[in-house]
């Protein structure tokens, strides 16, 4: 089950080749245009990817946006009964403009609702929720602050899923620890964990520190840092305190880090209900994520791509035993 504020990614593909006469920005000349789910959309996106069953919650507004986000999922196959049509909202949309020249991002533009859903939309979302957390191996809560995960809607999902002994991974945004209370794992990148903690992160010591606060804090069982080129560090209780485990990145070509998050989450969540350690899911994550940098766009990993990378990895490490 994937809970958040899905949305929708638009690529503008086109030519920058000469300066206004009206002012001095490039003129950019639209060739095509691609669209895609992004935000809690992309995690389910990747997660049908590698072939798992998603049942998705969220909100989108009554607008043609909206209809576009409904009929990617459609498209997917999700179970979309959740993603609730809220009238009194618009649909979040990322623009992209993109140089074919220059193969990267020129400008962005973004349309977005960033305040709570209303009332009606949460119970809605309160009673869906009730309603197929039963069907659920494991929840993810992808917070991008626009709304959707409420106070109450996170707290129903970590209690309605402790009760059934359900992992729940939530990627965080919200600078308030308490807010996610009592889930099972916390997935923020370097500058999340500040905002949660308070603390300054500059240093392995000063990570350490921050991690085990938001873990004291928050209640949580374990905390997955984040930390881009310098891979990604497992945070986990253990008799006598906190255990650390460190795991590196998978050096490869980077062309674009967009949605790169949404795929850890998405991989470490499916392995964790998979039956997976803390550990072994974020080795698969960080395999993950290694190959999602080297496309361009919100894009997902196939099952195959990600077995062929794990071959790959045990082959030079073998150490690294996805057997477990």
Not at 120 to 129: D, Q, Y
Not at 181 to 196: D, F, H, K, S, W
Request: charged share 20%.
């Amino acid at each position: 089950m994937v809970i958040g504020d899905v949305m929708l990614d638009e690529y503008l593909w086109g030519h920058v080749q000469r300066i206004s006469p009206e002012a001095p920005v490039p003129i950019f000349n639209l060739s095509h245009e691609e669209h895609t789910l992004g935000g809690a959309g992309n995690v389910v996106k990747n997660l049908r990817s590698l072939g798992a069953t998603v049942i998705a919650l969220g909100a989108v507004g009554a607008d043609p946006i909206g209809k576009s986000i409904v009929g990617e999922l459609d498209r997917l196959g999700v179970d979309r009964e959740g993603v609730i049509e809220d009238g009194s909202r618009g649909s979040t949309r990322k623009t992209r403009l993109m140089s074919i020249e220059h193969g990267q991002q020129v400008f962005r533009l973004d349309k977005e609702t960033a305040v709570p859903v209303s009332p009606a939309t949460e119970n809605a979302l309160l009673r869906t929720l009730v309603d197929k957390v039963g069907d659920a191996n494991a929840i993810l809560c992808s917070d991008y602050m626009k709304g959707v995960l409420t106070p109450p809607v996170l707290q129903t999902a970590i209690e309605s899923a402790r009760k059934r002994h359900t992992p729940v991974v939530v990627g965080p945004k919200h600078p308030d620890p308490a807010r996610y209370r009592g889930a099972t794992y916390l997935i923020p990148n370097l500058r999340e964990l500040e905002q949660l903690s308070g603390v300054r992160v500059d240093g392995p010591e000063s990570i350490d520190e921050a991690a085990q606060l938001v873990i004291g804090e928050a209640e949580i069982g374990s905390l997955l840092v984040t930390r881009g080129s310098a891979g990604m560090s497992l945070f986990e209780r253990a008799p006598g305190g906190i255990r650390r485990i460190d795991i590196p990145t998978v050096a490869r070509t980077v062309y674009d880090v967009t949605g790169a998050g949404d795929t850890v989450a998405g991989v470490f969540t499916l392995a964790i209900a998979a039956g997976a350690s803390g550990e072994l899911a974020a080795r698969l994550g960080t395999l993950a994520a290694g190959l999602v940098v080297g496309k361009r766009g919100t894009t997902s990993v196939t099952p195959s791509e990600l077995m062929q990378c794990v071959h790959q990895q045990f082959a030079a490490d073998p150490a690294f035993s996805y057997s477990k």
